[in-house]
């Protein structure tokens, strides 16, 4: 019984290099598929996870932008994309984009603003920086479903994932 055990470990062990042999020796695929992007000028529609909770950044039917838990619906979905230096995140259901007054965030139909324009700073997960405030980033009070969003000096504030949708 202890010999046929030990085999199973050799044998196992011995297909499991081989498998990783075959893989470092074998080419790069040219139509590999990209990975998931973390990037706020990244063009396409994209969902804001808090990075801790993983819960969605939402927007509802008055303007408001909170956390509730993803469920893949429109409301959660954002349009991301850059007009000169500035990224700008169109919310999929209302067809407006997430702005800030430089203490609340909230959707406005208007997205050639300043108060519509945000950057990031690199890495994953990250700190999304309003375009006007820039050393406040957006924020939740905790990353539980039913926050709002606001600005906060980036120090303290929340990091996000920006993934696609």
């Not at 990209?34 to 063009?43: L, R, W």
């Not at 838990?69 to 209302?94: D, K, L, M, P």
């Not at 603003?113 to 920086?129: A, C, D, N, V």
């Not at 969003?149 to 696609?164: D, K, M, Q």
Request: charged residues 15%.
């Amino acid at each position: 019984m202890k010999f046929t055990g030990m085999l199973r470990r050799v044998v196992g062990a011995g297909a499991a290099l081989a498998a990783v042999g075959a893989m470092l020796m074998a080419p790069a695929s040219a139509t590999a598929a990209p990975a998931a992007q973390d990037d706020i000028t990244a063009a396409g529609i994209v969902n804001i996870l808090h990075a801790s909770s993983r819960n969605c950044l939402t927007a509802n039917d008055l303007g408001e932008v909170g956390l509730l838990v993803c469920n893949g619906s429109a409301e959660q979905q954002w349009s991301n994309y850059t007009t000169g230096s500035v990224g700008r995140f169109r919310n999929v259901q209302w067809d407006a984009c997430l702005a800030s007054d430089g203490a609340k965030v909230f959707i406005m139909s208007r997205c050639d603003t300043p108060s519509s324009g945000w950057t990031s700073t690199s890495g994953s997960p990250r700190y999304i920086k309003h375009g006007v405030e820039s050393s406040k980033c957006l924020h939740t009070n905790s990353g539980s479903a039913g926050k709002f969003a606001y600005l906060i000096n980036c120090g303290e504030a929340t990091r996000w994932s920006v993934l696609p949708a």
